[in-house]
């Protein structure tokens, strides 16, 4: 498989193994979906790291090959697929983490994106959205990821450009949230997970679903969403328990409930 899932609990993770660059194609897109649903409808599984098993990249992106020798209409069905299994991500209430250590450029980029967080190794490899250089447009969701990640003319300079920038560029930008010595990111990237896991669940996905859904709808939808989401929070055994460990001055002890 081209895609794998797998747990050690709280942690999932997400594998992206096509050798060599880890390309896509509709197949690894759908396989890429099924591992975000059993990620998802995981109860065991709090916090999802999705990585490479390969050494130099992340992703590459979509198989410039098949795009050669696919239908418009083929290729367009990979790119409704890639909207549907990367716009589900926000949906879902356990934070993603994109762990990079490799060339993470076009649709590999934006498979990180479409994550809550991304931290990165420190190193040479490079991240962009290169489209313009084959006469394309960044097709899976970097037009409207990138602009509300970093602001709208830095997003449109690295796009009309296509250039790509290193690790500590994209810390600079804000495209990566953690720049980690190479040979720390896996532990780093497991030790915040697991801190997020021992955290106020409940809590969190209400903050991830809040932040997603207000972006999307503008700020009067996103306030009526958080009202809702906070009054959901305060029925919740978690934010009494929260509450009573503060006035307690005591560590809250949460089950997510």
């Known amino acids: 498989m081209a895609v794998d899932f797998d747990r050690e609990a709280p942690i999932g993770y997400i594998t992206l193994n096509r050798p060599p660059a880890n390309s896509y194609d509709y197949n690894f897109m759908d396989e890429l979906g ?13 916090v999802v790291v999705v990585r490479s098993a390969l050494d130099r990249f992340f992703s590459a992106g979509a198989d410039v090959k098949a795009f050669s020798e696919n239908t418009p209409e083929r290729n367009m069905d990979m790119i409704r697929l890639a909207h549907q299994v990367l716009g589900r991500i926000a949906r879902i209430p356990k934070v993603f983490i994109a762990q990079i250590a490799g060339h993470a450029v076009g649709g590999g980029l934006e498979i990180a994106l479409a994550c809550d967080l991304r931290f990165g190794a420190d190193g040479e490899y490079r991240l962009g959205l290169p489209e313009v250089t084959l006469g394309l447009l960044p097709g899976n969701g970097g037009t ?5 990640l970093i602001g709208w003319s830095k997003a449109l300079d690295m796009m009309v450009t296509g250039r790509t920038v290193t690790p ?7 495209i990566l949230d953690r720049v980690f010595p190479a040979d720390k990111l896996a532990e780093e990237t ?7 896991a021992r955290g ?7 903050i991830k679903l809040a932040v997603h859904q207000g972006l999307d709808g503008g700020l009067d939808y996103g306030l009526r969403v958080e ?3 906070i009054e959901d929070l305060f029925r919740s055994q978690d934010s009494q328990e929260g509450i009573r460990a503060f006035l307690e001055r005591r560590q809250p002890q949460f089950k997510g409930l």
């Open 200 to 206: 106020a669940l409940k809590a969190i996905g209400h």
């Open 34 to 46: 099924r591992a975000v649903a059993a990620a998802a409808d995981d109860p065991e599984v709090k």
């Open 190 to 196: 497991r030790a915040y997970a697991e801190a997020l």
């Open 227 to 229: 009202r809702e989401l």
């Open 168 to 174: 500590q560029e994209a810390l600079q930008l804000g």
């Open 144 to 148: 409207q990821r990138l602009p509300r």
